[in-house]
């Protein structure tokens, strides 16, 4: 049980980090053009602890992940990252205003259904 804990922890972490990034990037805009300044912005970018967390959100989901793989086949425990895929629509749609259409609902739909039937091992 505890290896569907790692699993759930690198999901949860994942998330946690892409949506932060997505947050601090509204603020701080876009990508200047200039070499220098493209280098000055993402040393200051690094710098702020939202895009720290964020990072550092990332490392954490993978020293989780390596743990999911001490008590799983990677072919059984990678499908579960997909539903990091999900919450991300989801949670973008409610914190951003990212719409949320027919199209995206039929995949989210779609990756469930896939990640149920791999999961499965052939028990369907």
Known sequence: MVGYYYIAATVLL????QLILKWRML???????????????????????????GLAAAFIAAIFWMAAMSKFDIS????????????????????????????????????????IVSSSGGKI
């Open 76 to 115: 059984y425990a990678y499908p579960f990252t997909s539903l990091s895929f999900v919450l991300v629509l989801i949670l973008a749609a409610l914190f951003f205003g990212e719409p949320l259409n027919l199209h995206k609902i039929i995949g989210i739909v779609l990756i469930v259904l896939g990640l």
């Open 14 to 17: 994942t998330v946690y980090g």
């Open 27 to 53: 603020d701080v805009g876009a990508l200047p053009d200039g070499a220098a300044e493209k280098i000055l912005f993402l040393v200051r970018l690094v710098l702020d602890p939202y895009i720290f967390s």
